[in-house]
Nanobody
Framework: QVQLVESGGGLVQAGGSLRLSCAASGRTFSTYNAGWFRQAPDKEREFVAAIGRSGGTTYYANSVKGRFLISRDNAKNTVYLQMNSLKPEDTAVYYC????????????????WGQGTQVTVSS
């Protein structure tokens, strides 16, 4: 069992930056892939970024490519999402997730989810 706790969300103006953190419990965190998803009001939860177990492989949604950076520190059991050049359309609740299936953008490949952290970008 893995428990995930996100932090770092908040209110920021368009063009600004935020860094989200996801702290994981358990000593086996390094054996899991990790991802970030987001859900805006009245929309489906969508993939944002994913990172492999060692951090050497990353994937991004086209909408955030070049602006967001996913990273992890297995010694600290933490995954990060650095978000730059934020836009109002990035406003959503951001969720961290982990799983031991194939690294992908598919929600079904992730078994454990955090409670989410709100990101609001004002224009």
């Amino acid at each position: 069992q893995v428990q995930l706790v996100e932090s770092g969300g908040g209110l920021v103006q368009a063009g600004g930056s935020l860094r989200l953190s996801c702290a994981a419990s358990g000593r086996t965190f390094s054996t899991y892939n990790a991802g970030w998803f987001r859900q805006a009001p009245d929309k489906e939860r969508e993939f944002v970024a994913a990172i492999g177990r060692s951090g050497g492989t990353t994937y991004y949604a086209n909408s955030v490519k070049g602006r967001f950076l996913i990273s992890r520190d297995n010694a600290k059991n933490t995954v990060y999402l650095q978000m730059n050049s934020l836009k109002p359309e990035d406003t959503a609740v951001y969720y961290c997730a982990t799983g031991d299936r194939e690294l992908s953008a598919a929600r079904d490949n992730y078994d454990y989810w955090g409670q989410g952290t709100q990101v609001t970008v004002s224009s």
